[in-house]
């Protein structure tokens, strides 16, 4: 499965559907991941379909939650 890292650890994942057998693939973030947002923020983000928009917003996501500027 498709993992990002930041600082050689694990920062992003994708965890696919089909090979879970679940209803929607996931989008998760590790503690690594700078994404906090005052005192709750999202760590997992289920995903139906990936089209441009979500495309930008996952990129986004992940430039983020690796330290990198948006």
Not at 18 to 23: D, L, V
Not at 34 to 40: N, S
Request: aromatic letters at 10%; charged letters at 30%.
């Amino acid at each position: 499965m498709p993992t990002w890292a930041r600082d050689g650890k694990a920062a992003v994942f994708f965890k696919p559907a089909a090979k879970f057998k679940a209803r929607y693939a996931t989008l998760g973030f590790e503690q690594g991941a700078l994404l906090d947002e005052g005192k709750m923020w999202a760590t997992d983000r289920a995903l139906l379909d990936i089209d441009d928009e979500v495309a930008a917003e996952i990129a986004a996501l992940v430039r983020k939650a690796a330290g990198q500027a948006s």
